[in-house]
């Protein structure tokens, strides 16, 4: 059974940094894509960042140049560097774990909070 398990969210001002952490528990993780996405209140879940096996990225146009998402395969970690929050940043944040080619998966972790407020 493979679990994400998200941390590293919470409350910070705009213009604020936060790191959210993402472990992959189980032998995917070095063959999977990784990947953050968000999900504000009243919106779909959109895509944030991911990072393929070999290390190539994927942002969404509204967080380009602001966040960075890295992974450490030797601690079957993800991470997604927020930097320069903005109100609108505020969702509920969701690790994924994916693999296209057989065999296919597609897993999630329970999220964590980021809200950007003074």
């Known amino acids: 059974q493979v679990q994400l398990v998200e941390s590293g969210g919470g409350l910070v001002q705009p213009g604020g940094s936060l790191r959210l952490s993402c472990a992959a528990s189980?032998?995917?993780?070095?063959?999977?894509?990784m990947g953050w996405y968000r999900q504000a209140p009243g919106k779909q879940r959109e895509l944030v960042a991911e990072?393929?096996?070999?290390?190539?990225?994927n942002y969404a146009d509204s967080v380009k140049g602001r966040f960075t998402i890295s992974r450490d395969n030797a601690k079957n970690t993800v991470y997604l560097q927020m930097n320069s929050l903005k109100p609108e940043d505020t969702a509920v944040y969701y690790c994924?774990?994916?693999?296209?080619?057989?065999?296919?998966?597609?897993?999630w972790g329970q999220g964590t909070q980021v809200t950007v407020s003074s």
């Open positions: 994924n774990a994916n693999r296209r080619r057989f065999p296919s998966y597609d897993y």
């Open positions: 189980g032998s995917i993780f070095s063959i999977s894509t």
């Open positions: 990072i393929t096996t070999g290390g190539t990225t």
